[in-house]
């Protein structure tokens, strides 16, 4: 991400993803003749969050992450939160695209990044 400095090395967030958020449930994988092209994580914490997502830079545009989505938003209730970064012009558009309301934008002290942040929100279904 060329708008947010590493918080932890590559080898901090390994570990992190094997040992907390794999073990800690609501991962989706997407995975394309047997590689893992794309992976979301969603939590209940008061509300439903997709608290990561992450789709491989060569296949975006192609409905991966809709598609990724669309499962996870199945599941969860709403309303349904997300934080982003405010740089990441790319995932707002996708955000926004699929019904998502900005409802505050931060100016980045609560993450790990210090990156300003915007937080979404995904009200009731229709």
């Known amino acids: 991400m060329t708008y947010a ?6 080898d901090e967030v390994r570990e992190w993803v094997a040992t907390t958020l794999v073990p800690g449930g609501g991962v989706i ?6 590689r893992v092209l794309g992976a979301m994580a969603t939590a ?7 608290t990561q997502m992450a789709v491989d830079p060569t296949v975006v545009g192609r409905g991966l992450g809709s ?3 669309a499962h ?3 599941m969860l209730s709403r309303p349904t939160r997300v934080y982003t970064f405010q740089a990441n012009s790319g995932a707002r558009r996708f955000y926004e695209r699929h019904g998502f309301a900005a ?3 931060t100016d980045g002290q ?3 990044e210090h990156c300003p942040d915007v937080l979404y929100e995904l009200g009731a279904a229709p």
Do not use: K
């Not at 400095?5 to 590559?10: E, G, K, Q, T």
């Not at 994988?29 to 047997?34: S, T």
């Not at 209940?44 to 997709?50: H, L």
């Open 67 to 69: 598609t990724l989505l």
């Open 29 to 34: 994988v997407a995975e394309v003749h047997g």
């Open 5 to 10: 400095p590493p918080a932890h090395s590559d």
């Open 72 to 74: 996870a938003l199945r």
């Open 44 to 50: 209940r914490d008061g509300c439903a969050w997709i």
């Open 110 to 112: 609560g993450n790990e």
């Open 103 to 105: 409802i505050q934008l």
